[in-house]
Each structure stands twice: as structure tokens, then as C-alpha cells.
């Protein structure tokens, strides 16, 4: 199995706290990227990383924001939470032409 | 600009009979196309990958799928179903977009199987 991790793996805040996902991989791939999946939408694309420092938006960008300090670690902020951004978040790591994901992290905002 | 459409949004089959999911795609780039399971309350497992090699791709389980570029479509299938394949299914095409690679997902197919 691809080495990735994801932390917190379930987190329930308030509506305008912000939040922070944590995605660590062990595989030293270029390309991190991070989904929400929500029913009825399969997972749609927040923000991607092509390398350190490198980063762009996808298609459900607003209100997320990610950094990349080091090649194995890709955050995804929540500056200030809304009941929407309730949902269930990926990470993913592009390997040999595939992805492979984390195991989810489980976002409940109140 | 690329594209995933899952044709069916729920498949139903009975055990022992043919599974077929549909998936069509738009890509202005030679697309490389995915199949991932998700079972639930769990992650997401590569089912099998066509990366513009043999155009009939075998995968794990028993299924295989068929990239046919003239009709841009990547349909799923499996000769006999079997109840552990009751779980979510995802058709994703992977292309270049602004030179870097994205993975687009459709909007995944519920796949029930009855006994």
C-alpha cells in the first residue's frame, strides 16, 4: 500500500473556526491533491500541488486554502468553517500514472 | 477541458448475472482512464487502468473494461456478480491541464446486488 496518512481522521467544529487537514505522504511523489466527496457529487477537486511551493486551484476552491512546505506534507486549510464545507475529505498521491488515497477525513461543522 | 460522465447513477443486478457500469469522457488530450472502488465507509482501491496500451483492460475481481476512443467511452464490466462487489464505483480520467496532471472523477455509479 502507498504510504499516506491523513490527520485528523474525524473532526467536528463550529461554523468560523478554522481547520486544518493534514496530508503526509512516505512516497516523495510530485503530485499531492486533495477532494471533498460529497453524495451525488462523487469527489471533486479543491486545490493540487505539482511540487514544493507549487499549487493551483480546482474546481471547488473557494473558501480552502493548502500549502506545501515539504514534499511529503500537504495541508488543506478551512480559514473560517461553514456548515458546507461539511463533507468527507481526501488526499491523494499520484504514483506511477494511478492515485492512491488516504482514508479519508471525516469533517463535521456545526 | 475534460470531462467524466457516469451514465447510470444506481445499478441494480442479481447475484450470478452481468454487471455493466457506463462511463463516458471528454478530453482534448490522449487521456489515460481509471476505474476505483469504494466499499462502504472505506478508501478508495484501484480497480484497473488503461494508459493507451491494450484496449482491453483486465483488472481485479473478475473486471475488465474496454476504452473504445471513437465512442469516448470506458464501460465496466464483470461477467457474474458477486455480493461483495456491492459498493460505490468511480469512472476517472486523468489529463493534462495547464501542464500538469488532474484527475477528474464522475459522479460515481451505486452498484446493488441482490441475492
Known amino acids: 500500500d502507498a504510504g499516506i496518512t491523513q490527520s485528523p481522521r474525524h473532526k467536528v467544529t463550529e461554523t468560523g473556526t478554522p481547520v486544518t487537514l493534514r496530508c503526509h505522504q512516505t512516497?516523495?511523489?510530485?503530485?499531492m491533491y486533495w477532494y471533498r466527496q460529497d453524495p451525488g457529487h462523487g469527489l471533486r477537486l479543491i486545490h493540487y500541488?505539482?511540487?514544493?511551493?507549487?499549487?493551483d486551484k480546482g474546481e471547488v476552491s473557494d473558501g480552502y486554502s493548502v500549502s506545501r512546505s515539504k514534499t511529503e506534507d500537504f495541508l488543506l486549510t478551512l480559514e473560517s468553517a461553514t456548515s458546507s464545507q461539511t463533507s468527507v475529505y481526501f488526499c491523494a498521491i499520484m504514483g506511477t500514472g494511478e492515485l492512491f488515497f488516504g482514508e479519508g477525513s471525516r469533517l463535521t461543522v456545526l | 477541458a475534460q470531462s467524466v460522465t457516469q451514465l447510470d447513477s444506481h445499478v441494480s443486478v442479481s447475484e450470478g448475472t452481468p454487471v455493466l457500469l457506463r462511463c463516458n469522457y471528454s478530453?482534448?488530450?490522449?487521456?489515460?482512464l481509471f476505474w476505483y472502488v469504494q466499499h462502504p465507509n472505506k478508501g478508495l482501491q484501484l480497480l484497473l487502468k488503461y494508459t493507451s496500451a491494450a484496449t482491453l483492460v483486465k483488472g481485479i475481481n473478475g473486471f475488465e473494461a474496454e476504452f473504445k476512443k471513437s465512442e469516448t467511452s470506458f464501460h465496466l464490466t464483470k461477467p457474474s456478480a458477486h455480493m461483495s462487489d456491492a459498493a460505490e464505483y468511480f469512472c476517472?480520467?486523468?489529463?493534462?491541464?495547464?501542464?500538469?496532471?488532474?484527475?477528474?472523477f464522475g459522479r460515481g455509479t451505486s452498484l446493488i446486488v441482490h441475492p
Open positions: 478530453s482534448s488530450y490522449s487521456p489515460s
Open positions: 476517472v480520467v486523468r489529463g493534462l491541464s495547464g501542464g500538469s496532471y488532474i484527475p477528474t
Open positions: 512516497e516523495n511523489h510530485r503530485y
Open positions: 500541488s505539482y511540487g514544493v511551493k507549487d499549487t
